[in-house]
């Protein structure tokens, strides 16, 4: 569907003051307009990408802010309001005495054909979640779905209408959301109870939620998944990473949690003893980070990757974007340069950069020297390809932690800073024999399905050891892909195939 865009912008218009509407119509990028701003004793300010512009050089008067409160929606508890039947958003400032002392006006607009690229997600039935920043179209996104999904597709759906964002001010929604109903919410602290009412009283096959960020609201959505209702909805957060990181919504991803295992389970994962898992099944099967209006991330199964993010493995979404045609395009995000290692001879081992965080680095170079392992201890986290704690700070946890779970380095843990305990963990980095990194064995498993894709038959991977090519057969799997391991130890590789090939 070719995109098409409603913003009935007189509308808006004809609520402000007669001198602040002249100067805008006669503006050529007016149908840029994001927002128009009121702010009692400052000139009236326009906002449009990329910049912001003054209307007149007077200063906004009570009046001023009078005139509009008169032209539109009384404001609610959340100091919101609008015009009937559109999708305009006028939001209050106030003193501390409750006097409006501010309004900005925001342009709303349906946008129609906007969900091309993850249409064929949002029919498969499963539950998607929708991430990006502030202003770059999640809502806009979920009224169109809520149409596609009660129009073309006959489903029951209902929007559940917070500050009515999705369909408008007033009873009678916007005719964005198609044959999808509405039900509003009186105050945000009301979203999951509404939510969970739009199941029990009227059998919705799909419920639309914005901006989740409570976690009753996360319990609920739990709730409706697990009475088989679809739930597509928008979250706070940019990346799927961020909200791995954020305690009140990482239930909606399946939850975090520490876990000590035996000795013989961490030999058999090749792992520290204190390990990061999740809790349970994620409440949303698909999520979509949304970086501009015609580029998306999809990650199409959620519970694999957050298990590889907890592994330290970062996550490799498919880019969906739609070009000047109108097609949609897919594709893999292009792989990471490998880092530079210090100069080493042909057939040595790569130079692993190790930031400490309360390892003795006396103690670490010292065990380096003695066995001959080519490790760099490094001052900034960001020139590390890991970090080395102890397992008493990973337990307290910290900022620490967080940045290197956000930068996608993997970190080890020490049972106790000794000397016996730091030469047992360089021994075990010593073990792959100059063979390539992790990061680098799945950079070359990704460039290996971008040659399936371009129409090889069959590639065939480096040796690698079982935990790696575990992860190579994981990643190769979220885009469908067969894969199977050959040959003998140590020389075991994966190979990747076309499907049916």
């Known amino acids: 569907m070719k995109k098409t865009i409603v913003d009935d912008l007189e509308a808006l218009l004809n609520t402000l003051p007669p001198y602040i509407q002249e100067p ?38 009570e009046e001023d802010l009078q005139y509009v409160m008169q032209r539109i929606g009384a404001f609610g508890g959340d100091n919101r ?29 349906a ?65 964005g959301i198609g044959r999808a109903r509405r039900m509003q ?42 009475r088989g209702v679809q739930l597509i909805a928008t979250a706070h957060g940019n990346t799927l990473e961020n909200l791995v990181l954020n305690p009140t919504l990482s239930d909606l991803v399946g939850g975090v949690q520490t876990v000590i295992l035996g000795d013989e389970e961490a030999r058999r994962r090749r792992t520290q003893k204190t390990v990061l898992e999740r809790k349970q099944p994620p409440t949303f099967d698909i999520v979509v980070e949304i970086q501009d209006w015609e580029r998306m991330a999809v990650h199409t199964d959620v519970a694999q990757v957050v298990d590889a993010m907890l592994r330290g493995v970062p996550p490799t979404p498919e880019l969906r974007w739609t070009d000047e045609q109108g097609s949609v395009q897919k594709g893999l995000p292009a792989a990471a340069e490998p880092r530079r290692s210090e100069a080493a001879p042909s057939g040595t081992a790569q130079t692993t950069r ?54 996608g380095k993997p970190v080890y843990v020490l049972r106790r800073n000794t000397s016996s305990q730091i030469q047992q963990f360089l021994a075990s980095l010593g073990s792959r024999n100059g063979r390539p990194s992790v990061p680098e064995a799945l ?46 130890e140590p020389y075991r590789r994966v190979t990747v195939s076309r499907p049916g090939s």
């Open 443 to 488: 950079d070359e498993a990704r460039q290996a399905v971008e040659r399936i894709w371009q129409g090889e038959a069959q590639v065939q991977l480096s040796p690698q050891d079982s935990y790696t090519r575990r992860l190579q057969h994981q990643l190769i799997g979220r885009y469908n892909l067969p894969s199977t391991s050959v040959g003998r």
């Open 24 to 61: 805008l119509r006669e503006r050529e990028e007016l149908s840029n307009l994001l927002e128009v701003v009121l702010d009692l004793g400052r000139p009236p300010e326009a906002r449009f990408p990329p910049e912001d512009v003054h209307l007149d050089s007077r200063n906004v008067t």
């Open 81 to 109: 309001a609008g015009i009937e039947r559109t999708l305009h958003r006028f939001s209050a400032i106030r003193n501390r005495n409750g006097k409006v002392v501010g309004i900005t006006c925001r342009v709303g607009r």
């Open 185 to 226: 919410v009186p105050t945000p602290s009301l979203q999951h109870s509404v939510m969970i009412e739009a199941v029990e009283n009227h059998m919705p096959e799909v419920i639309i939620v914005d901006e989740m960020g409570t976690e009753l609201e996360a319990a609920a959505a739990r709730t409706i998944a697990e």
């Open 354 to 407: 190790v930031h400490l965080w309360g390892v003795s680095r006396e103690a670490v170079e010292q065990v380096a020297h003695d066995v001959g392992l080519p490790v760099q201890v490094v001052d900034n986290l960001a020139d590390a390809d890991i970090l080395l704690t102890t397992k008493a700070r990973f337990r307290r946890g910290s900022r620490m932690l967080k940045t290197a779970d956000e930068a």
């Open 111 to 175: 946008v129609f054909g906007t969900i091309q690229p993850i249409e064929d997600l949002i029919s498969m039935g499963k539950n998607v979640l929708l991430l990006g920043r502030p202003g770059v179209g999640k809502t806009t996104m979920l009224r169109e779905v809520a149409r596609v999904l009660a129009d073309d597709a006959r489903k029951r759906v209902i929007t559940v209408d917070t500050s009515n964002e999705i369909a408008g001010d007033g009873d009678v929604p916007h005719p």
